[in-house]
């Protein structure tokens, strides 16, 4: 071959080099993100999803796609939802926002891999085999609602030692609803109390169960971890101050909106440690052989201006307890 003829070859083929190479790069991971909450109320916790999948080596944007649906607290979108994500193929799916998204991602595939998060009592409403074992594409976090919510009817009555009834908020369409009613009767034999139990699973019913409460004679009352109820989390909030309802909720964010007090796990870190589940899955690891993992992160806030507007003074042990003291 001529030099000339040498130096036009060699110039063709450099101009293909780009496409080539940008043909032999890996298509970026994409993963579903299901939640049955919504978007706005739900940054803080999608910010340590992101941080768990960082600490495993995955960024969105670099190396990592997520595709957001989300029901806001709609349970019957989530069928659709979860379809719509299981046809883009996406590598792991992530359920979101407690037992509804859990259990609708496990009957739309039994292929792609699911880490849940922030799951009432997983064994019991059937999402997995065993804890040590999950067997199946299913694995992700727990959270001890269950056992919590005697704990939070405890510290509620503390709170406000004159209370005779506590009423207990249950979503009917909830999954764990079965598991909190269960509880309620065991609640008032060990506190003495009459416990009640709201029911709400709309906007509407929010608005009468709180305007009811001072009909039916409640004190007091529990707000357990819901996804429904934390998508309406301000309004809830909201409600309790006008109709003067002290309550307690399951997650911090209640309190830092203006709620008196809440007791719980950690939900930032479930998300995260959810996040690092997934960068584990997609490097290789089966759901099958990962433990459901039980949170280890347990806190107590109180907000002083809420207690002072109910009139409440904070109890000294409480106080001392506290995690957090919001002013």
């Not at 109820?229 to 101050?241: N, T, Y």
Request: hydrophobic share 50%.
């Amino acid at each position: 071959m001529r030099r000339r003829e040498f130096i036009t070859a060699l110039g063709g083929a450099a101009a293909t080099w780009p496409l080539a190479a940008r043909a032999q790069q890996p298509a970026m991971l994409v993963i579903g993100f299901l939640s049955s909450r919504s978007p706005g109320e739900s940054a803080g916790v999608v910010a340590a999803f992101r941080q768990g999948l960082g600490e495993t080596g995955f960024v969105e944007g670099q190396n990592l796609a997520i595709a957001f649906r989300w029901a806001e607290g709609h349970y019957d979108r989530l069928p659709a939802l979860a379809a719509e994500l299981v046809h883009l193929r996406v590598a792991v799916l992530f359920a979101a926002g407690g037992p509804p998204s859990a259990l609708v991602a496990k009957a739309t595939t039994s292929t792609i891999p699911v880490v849940f998060s922030a799951v009432n009592d997983p064994l019991r409403i059937g999402l997995v085999s065993s804890l040590n074992r999950p067997g199946g594409n299913v694995t992700g976090m727990s959270l001890f609602a269950s056992d919590m919510i005697g704990k939070m009817a405890q510290l509620l009555k503390e709170m406000v030692p004159g209370a005779a009834a506590i009423a207990y908020l249950i979503n009917p369409s909830s999954p764990s609803e079965e598991i909190y009613a269960r509880e309620a009767p065991v609640v008032a034999s060990a506190l003495g109390i009459r416990i009640s139990v709201l029911n709400a699973s709309t906007e509407r019913d929010l608005d009468d169960g709180f305007a009811s409460l001072g009909k039916t004679g409640v004190d007091a009352l529990v707000v357990p971890p819901e996804p429904f109820f934390d998508s309406q989390r301000d309004r809830i909030v909201a409600l309790a101050a006008r109709y003067a309802v002290p309550m307690i909720a399951g997650l911090r964010e209640y309190v830092v909106a203006g709620g008196l007090m809440s007791y719980g796990a950690s939900l930032p870190d479930s998300y995260r440690r959810a996040g690092i589940y997934v960068g584990r899955v997609l490097r290789g690891e089966k759901p099958a052989d990962l433990p459901v993992m039980q949170p280890t992160k347990f806190d107590l806030v109180l907000n002083l201006k809420t207690a002072k507007a109910l009139g409440l003074a904070l109890p000294d042990r409480l106080l001392a307890i506290a995690d957090e003291v919001i002013e």
